[in-house]
């Protein structure tokens, strides 16, 4: 009987263990379902042309460091908005260079490659030993991100005070670093518009020492940028009118050459006759030919020097120009990072702010015991909405999820299943 007893226990182990890992991979989502570029994904995007003139590769202005939207688009100066939805790199890099060569009229479309800069993070929170911020990899699942954050929490009689106090502490850093962001997006908006001060909005239950600093220093940058970009705006200008200048003079000279090789003709031609007839010598008519030589070579080099200034005035005009334009797409390059960064904090503040009230209202029964049960729940944002599912220990993540560690005492032995009573049912004989 024993020997009997043995097996069965034997065969329902190896029976539970096969369907635990059926259940494990019917439950895993597929990693290659999620899009390659998610919402506040960095890219690096960089736009080449070949120059045939030059022989090599240049590089456009328009490429730099972009981040994908909470509605799944990029903002590229001169083509403006591209949805990025479903598209991997490879297929947003040849979106990208299509439409630039529809938009410019090129007669081929330029190099164009994207590249993932940072994946948006993961946040790991709830029963763990160190909650917070993960750097995100392709095929991350939930069991590796509570082996990043240091396993399940061993609490002790002092530990839930400690983790409120630490939670408090965290969302206090997280307002101030949103009131940060924001002054930060205020200033970039008004470096956007060309406007000649920054419009604050008013913020509400902040320290008004601290909102005024951050302002103060908000205004300093907005000043010290506005200054820079206009001190080269004036060198190029007035190099630009320096160059006019010298064009002026040079074509002065340009004409007293044209007077001076005039002169030189009509004397080298009287000189010529008077060599015909005998009266002059021969050496007087070849100075005045080499005299001659010297005034055009003269005006050919103040024509050359012309052309030069003029090529300058091109390439100065073009730098002028191009000077406010790369400063536009810089600024909205980092206005766009700035709104993503302001977006997660949000997301983080939110999730901060709801595992602190679960820990005031005692959701969790410290007081049972008996083996502890170790659960996940996602908390994703699709489509501008914050979802919450239950998930395994196989669960892949992805970008930007926030993933809650729940550790739930099991009811021991002799604890009876929840309505059910611990007394034999009527009829039912005791042992």
């Given at each position: ?14 029976l ?14 597929a ?11 960095k890219?690096r ?16 202005a ?12 990029i903002s590229?100066p ?16 040849a979106?990208?260079a299509?439409?630039l060569q ?8 330029p ?7 940072e ?8 029963h ?44 206090r ?17 008004a ?5 000649k001060e ?7 239950d ?6 005024a600093?951050?302002?103060d ?39 007293g050459a044209?007077?001076?090789i005039?002169?030189a003709?009509?004397?080298l ?34 024509v ?27 600024v909205a ?16 503040r ?13 959701t ?17 944002r ?17 970008p ?14 002799s604890?009876p299943?929840?309505g ?5 049912q009527?009829?039912?004989a005791?042992?």
């Open positions: 009987m024993s020997a009997s007893c043995r097996t069965c226990r034997t065969f329902l182990r190896n539970s263990f096969a369907a635990a890992l059926v259940v494990s991979a019917v439950s895993t989502p990693w290659a379902d999620a899009p390659e570029l998610a919402p506040r994904t890219i995007l960089t736009i080449m042309q070949w120059m045939p003139t030059k022989g090599e590769y240049v590089p456009w328009l490429g730099g460091e972009f981040v994908v939207s909470e509605t799944g688009a590229v001169v083509i403006g908005t591209v949805t990025v939805g479903n598209l991997d790199k490879a297929q947003l890099a979106e990208i299509k439409r529809t938009k410019i009229g090129l007669v081929e479309a190099e164009t490659t994207v590249e993932i800069v994946y948006p993070p993961v946040y790991v929170v709830g763990v030993t160190t909650p917070g911020e993960y750097k995100f990899r392709p095929g991350l699942t939930a069991l590796q991100a509570l082996a990043m954050s240091g396993g399940e929490l061993r609490e002790t009689s002092s530990g839930p005070s400690q983790d409120n106090i630490t939670l408090v502490g965290e969302l850093g997280i307002d101030n670093a949103q009131l940060r962001s924001n002054a930060r997006i205020a200033r970039l908006q470096e956007m518009s060309g406007a920054i419009i604050f909005a008013p913020p509400s902040a320290d008004a020492a601290l909102v600093a951050i302002q220093q908000e205004r300093i940058i907005f000043s010290t940028r506005a200054n820079v970009l206009a001190r080269q705006s004036k060198s190029l200008s007035e190099l630009r009118e320096l160059l006019n200048q010298e064009i002026r003079v040079l074509e002065e000279k340009v004409k044209e007077a001076s005039e002169a003709e009509r004397e031609k009287g000189v010529r006759t008077l060599v015909e007839r005998g009266v002059a010598v021969a050496s007087r008519q070849s100075d005045l030919e080499r005299e001659l030589t010297n005034e055009r070579a003269d005006r050919l080099d103040f050359t020097a012309i052309m030069r200034a003029r090529q300058n005035i091109s390439e100065t005009t073009r730098n002028l120009e191009g000077l406010y334009d790369n400063r536009q797409a810089e390059s980092e206005l766009q990072s700035e709104q993503a960064a302001l977006e997660q904090l949000k997301l983080k939110a999730t901060t702010e709801r595992l602190l009230l679960d820990k005031l209202s005692g969790e029964d410290s007081v049972q015991r008996g083996e502890p049960a170790t659960s996940f729940v996602i908390i994703r699709d489509d501008g909405r914050i979802g919450e599912f239950s998930a395994t220990e196989t669960t892949a993540l992805m930007g999820d926030v993933i809650k560690v729940v550790v739930r005492p099991m009811p021991t032995m604890e299943p929840a059910r009573s611990k007394d034999p009527p009829g039912q005791s042992q």
